[in-house]
T-cell receptor
Framework: DGGITQSPKYLFRKEGQNVTLSCEQNLNHDAMYWYRQDPGQGLRLIYYSQIVNDFQKGDIAEGYSVSREKKESFPLTVTSAQKNPTAFYLC????????????FGAGSRLTVL | GNSVTQMEGPVTLSEEAFLTINCTYTATGYPSLFWYVQYPGEGLQLLLKATKADDKGSNKGFEATYRKETTSFHLEKGSVQVSDSAVYFCALTSTSGTYKYIFGTGTRLKVLA
């Protein structure tokens, strides 16, 4: 089945450590996104990528980094510079230009101890 | 800039009750409008969408009509079930090709048997 796979589902991190969240898609979609979800705040855009080797900052990019070396993969690194990293992280993808539907992964929950 | 405002929850209903979740938006031009649903511990799934004024999106008994004159896209269902308990997100995207989606803060629905 085509879809988006995020891993790990749950992740615990000590303060000061970097952690990388994986996002893989087999939908052959061009655009990929990372969102952060906090209770009562909806979804906030961290980074997005329209094509391979290109990505743009979203509304809350500070403390995060991404790469897009392959069409299928868009990993997110939460660095030690992110002051409040505990959250639910969602990866999404869509076909390309135009107002198309976003397809989401199941999410990764990061907890900083 | 673009924005989405949806009613705060939680909304608690008895099974077979009528559901309305209000959503209004601010946007230039003619955005596409979406309702997504999120079940506990999962990512978001598209529920329905509408791409132009007066369009009605529908799925699984849910409906929403794109009202340009009132800038609204209210979600309705005639008879809710316990299985409809989830968080519902209203969202929009510009048709100008910016690839950015704007989400509301979500409305939690709880349906009691």
């Amino acid at each position: 089945d085509g879809g988006i796979t995020q891993s790990p589902k749950y992740l615990f991190r000590k303060e000061g450590q970097n952690v990388t969240l994986s996002c893989e898609q087999n939908l052959n979609h061009d655009a990929m996104y990372w969102y952060r979800q906090d209770p009562g705040q909806g979804l906030r855009l961290i980074y997005y990528s329209q094509i391979v080797n290109d990505f743009q900052k979203g509304d809350i990019a500070e403390g995060y980094s991404v790469s897009r070396e392959k069409k299928e993969s868009f990993p997110l690194t939460v660095t030690s510079a992110q002051k409040n990293p505990t959250a639910f992280y969602l990866c999404a993808a869509k076909i390309g230009a135009g107002a198309n539907v976003l397809t989401f992964g199941a999410g990764s929950r990061l907890t900083v101890l | 800039g673009n924005s989405v405002t949806q009613m705060e929850g939680p909304v608690t209903l008895s099974e077979e009750a009528f559901l309305t979740i209000n959503c209004t938006y601010t946007a230039t031009g003619y955005p596409s409008l979406f309702w997504y649903v999120q079940y506990p511990g999962e990512g978001l799934q598209l529920l329905l969408k509408a791409t132009k004024a007066d369009d009605k999106g529908s799925n699984k008994g849910f409906e929403a009509t794109y009202r340009k004159e009132t800038t609204s896209f209210h979600l309705e269902k005639g008879s809710v079930q316990v299985s409809d308990s989830a968080v519902y997100f209203c969202a929009l995207t510009s048709t100008s090709g910016t690839y950015k989606y704007i989400f509301g803060t979500g409305t939690r629905l709880k349906v009691l048997a």
